[in-house]
């Protein structure tokens, strides 16, 4: 037999930590408290309306005698639940938003797609969000409704999503009139999902939500360095991390309390040429992870390909010259760049 939740705590929880949902999961509301979570509180509407409801969440929670009997009166009264529009609308806004995160966080270049053939990914990735969201949101409560019938109603626009990306909204609003129509009563007069196996699938879920912002974030965000350049997060963020060494760390962890964290980030970036960097390997056609004897051995291919003396008209001649000088300076810098990680990895093998 569960303990009896308390509604002062409950009511503490919500002042602390509502917009997280942690009045949710403590009276045993997963679903809820997840969505809370992920939205801020119900994007910040839900949270404020909570404070009218958490007695009704309570005495769900501690099973209710009166609450119990109404369920069930409710229940034979009436083949389903009302239409709920603050649900619907909950449902909408909810799968719009994971719609739109899981479009922003498949990048471009995914799976070696083409520019722009990476929107196909969108018809089956979206849809999924979409239904994920309103499926969450249709089981909260008393209520329930199947994943399949979220599923198809986000699927009847899918094909469009490669050439508008906006019929997210649509995908939303068709999923979220499904759900609506099928949905039923939930059987049982327990309510709360307190079981290890809902807790271990949303929090993985959780995970993976995390994991888009921060896909999004990487291959969308870009600063821009003090002589106007703009680079992508993505582009810095491998080759800063690489190169940092243990006392770098603890420098820049000491750092945090003198200065901006970010400041001193993108500081350090700008000093360490990422964007030559990128240019240099895209020079010579090598990916991040290329080691000191793929450029050398790409660098002597590309020098034969563009030297001077293999060309005969003096247009190809200027040409070969300019892309031959090219990968010079593309070649001396990758090499200084990795005989310095060379080095400084045998310099903490040999502290070892």
């Known amino acids: 037999m569960p303990s009896r939740k308390s509604t002062a705590i409950a009511y503490f929880f919500w002042l602390i930590g509502g917009f997280g949902g942690l009045h949710h999961f403590y009276l045993g509301r997963m679903y809820h408290g997840f969505v809370w979570w992920t939205t801020g509180g119900g994007f910040l509407f839900g949270w404020c309306r909570d404070f009218f409801y958490i007695p009704h969440y309570v005495k769900v929670a501690n099973l209710d005698k009166l609450f119990i009997k109404n369920h069930f009166s409710e229940m034979r009264s009436m083949e389903q639940p009302h239409f709920s529009a603050v649900r619907f609308t909950g449902m909408m806004f909810t799968g719009t938003l994971y719609g739109f995160l899981a479009q922003l966080a498949i990048p ?9 053939e990476h929107r196909f990914v969108w018809c089956f990735v979206v849809p999924f969000a979409v239904a994920f969201a309103n499926y969450l949101i249709g089981n909260i409560g008393y209520q329930c409704v199947d994943f399949k019938w979220c599923l198809i109603g986000s699927c009847i626009c899918a094909p469009f999503l490669p050439y508008r990306a906006d019929w997210t909204v649509y995908c939303a609003f068709f999923s979220s009139g499904l759900a609506q129509f099928k949905r039923r009563f939930r059987p049982s007069a327990n309510l709360t999902s307190r079981s290890p196996r809902v807790a271990i699938c949303l929090a993985l879920c959780l995970c993976l939500y995390t994991s888009c912002w921060i896909s999004l974030i990487g291959f969308n965000l870009d600063f821009t ?12 963020i491998r080759p800063y991390f690489k190169s940092l060494t243990i006392s770098d760390i603890i420098g820049g962890i000491s750092a945090i309390r003198e200065e ?19 240019r240099a390997l895209s020079t010579l056609d090598l990916s991040w992870d290329v080691t000191f004897d793929d450029i050398q051995k790409r660098y002597r291919e590309l020098s034969k390909k563009y030297h001077p003396d293999k060309h005969n008209s003096q247009a190809e001649k200027l040409a070969a010259t300019d892309r031959y000088i090219e990968v010079q300076h593309a070649y001396e810098y990758l090499s200084s760049s990795r005989r310095r990680e060379m080095t400084k990895d045998k310099m903490k093998v040999e502290v070892i």
């Open 225 to 236: 360095t003090s002589n106007g350049t703009k680079i992508k997060i993505s582009d810095v």
């Open 108 to 116: 471009e270049n995914c799976f070696g797609l083409e520019m722009g």
């Open 260 to 278: 901006n964290l970010f400041s001193k980030f993108f500081r350090n970036v700008e000093a360490m040429d990422v964007l030559g960097e990128t």
